[in-house]
Structures are given as C-alpha cells and as structure tokens.
C-alpha cells in the first residue's frame, strides 16, 4: 500500500515539472478561431484570468500596490476578449510569453485604477 501511495504521489507531482505554459500566439489564434472549442477555450482563459486578477485585488491586494486592475462596472466579456486581442495585436513581441502574463498585462494598461492621487481629485 505505501508503495501504490508513493508511485502515485511521485506520479502526481512529477507531471507539474512537463506543464507548459500556453503562449500568447496559442491563445491568439484560439480567439480567432470560430469554431466552438476553440472559443470556449479562448473566453474561459481570458475570463478565468480576469477573474483571478479581481479576486486577487479584492482578496490579498486590499491597498492596490500590487494588481493594479480597476474594470468599469458593466463590461462584457466579448469586450475584455476583445480588448485582450487588440492589444496582444499591437505588442507582437511578446507572442511568445505565456498568455496568462500577457493577459494579465493587457488588462493593467487597459483597465488601470486610478492613482490615490486621481481618487483625491474626484472627492
């Protein structure tokens, strides 16, 4: 028994070592594809990624100083999609990286908060 618990411990935690990450090409040309898998691929990552960045914000970054990613009340996911591809678009150097940074990315130069200092302006 601790031998089949040991196999399958080894088993389990060696496949994280072979992950790959998916690229920002992979997950471009998933957007583009019309086909239903592909799409369902491209609108979960990119609305996974969307929503650990809020909870993350909401959650363990109570100050702002780390996810700095304020989305405006109401937008839809086609928009965030949207947006991800025009801005991956217009940085073709950074194809190659992971999607999940590139997304990350896209949204805090799209939907960045305000500064403290813009807050203080408005009140």
């Known amino acids: ?19 790959k990450s998916i690229t920002n090409q992979e997950l471009l040309t998933a957007c583009k594809d019309k086909s239903p898998a592909p799409q369902n691929f491209c ?21 702002g100083e780390y ?8 937008i839809s996911n086609q928009e965030i999609v949207s947006e ?14 992971p999607a999940f940074i590139g997304v990350s990315a896209s949204f805090s130069t799209t939907y960045s908060c305000p500064s403290k200092k ?6």
């Open 84 to 97: 991800y591809i025009t801005w991956i678009e217009k940085n073709p150097s950074l194809m190659e990286g």
């Open 118 to 123: 813009e807050n203080k302006a408005k009140q």
């Open 1 to 19: 028994m601790k031998t089949y618990l040991l196999l399958l411990l080894t088993c389990f935690f060696s496949t994280f070592s072979f992950a």
């Open 67 to 74: 996810i700095r990613i304020c989305f405006p009340n109401g």
């Open 43 to 63: 609108y979960g990552f990119i609305i996974a990624t969307s929503n650990a960045a809020q909870f993350y914000r909401n959650i363990a970054d109570t100050q």
